[in-house]
């Protein structure tokens, strides 16, 4: 016959509860879970000098991901891919990323009223840099798409639907050179 082991303290029943019928572990907790194996009963505590939580998938793809603090500040790390694609660094504002359940997404504010709403009170909202010669940006709807772009070879801004080129004929080029527009 299978029995429950529990561990019990002079404040707390079920310190430690292991149930037998699915071999799921509950800590403050007498009745984990069959879902998972862990079922705490309150909040976690990991300290250490870069205390971490890693999430190893078993499938084919033996995916690794782990959350650390590390030097003050929260990483996401992709173990397989050895990157590090999120970070938050110490001390950082209250909504500085606010995501909202109907989608939008707030940076400076908490009530994001479109898709993308940035609020901050310095002159330059955004920056958006490209590493070559050429960058733009790409507006599209159902139907047309326009294109606001750079191309320092040809030392001209551009504004239009013709290409994704900055500086294309058909397109409204205004010289960075020298102002002119065309």
Do not use: C, M
């Not at 529990?6 to 069959?34: C, M």
């Amino acid at each position: 016959a299978l029995v429950d082991f529990r561990v019990e303290s002079d404040t707390h029943a079920h310190a430690l509860f292991v149930d037998s019928s699915n071999g799921s572990v509950g800590i403050s907790n007498s009745g984990p879970s069959s879902t998972y194996k862990l079922d705490v009963g309150g909040a976690i505590r990991s300290s250490a000098a870069a205390p971490g939580f890693v999430l190893q998938e078993t499938d084919a793809s033996n995916q690794t991901f782990a959350t650390y603090g590390l030097g003050g500040d929260f990483f996401v790390r992709d173990i397989t891919a050895a990157t590090y694609p999120l970070k938050i660094e110490a001390g950082v504002a209250n909504d500085t990323l606010v995501l909202v359940s109907g989608g939008n997404v707030g940076i400076g504010t908490n009530n994001p009223d479109n898709k993308l709403h940035v609020e901050t009170s310095v002159n330059e909202v955004a920056k958006f840099e490209s590493t070559d010669a050429k960058g733009y940006i790409r507006i599209r709807d159902n139907n047309y798409i326009s294109y606001v772009g750079i191309n320092s070879t040809a030392g001209a801004a551009s504004f239009g639907g013709k290409t994704d080129e900055a500086a294309d004929t058909g397109n409204l080029n205004i010289s960075t050179i020298n102002g002119k527009v065309g």
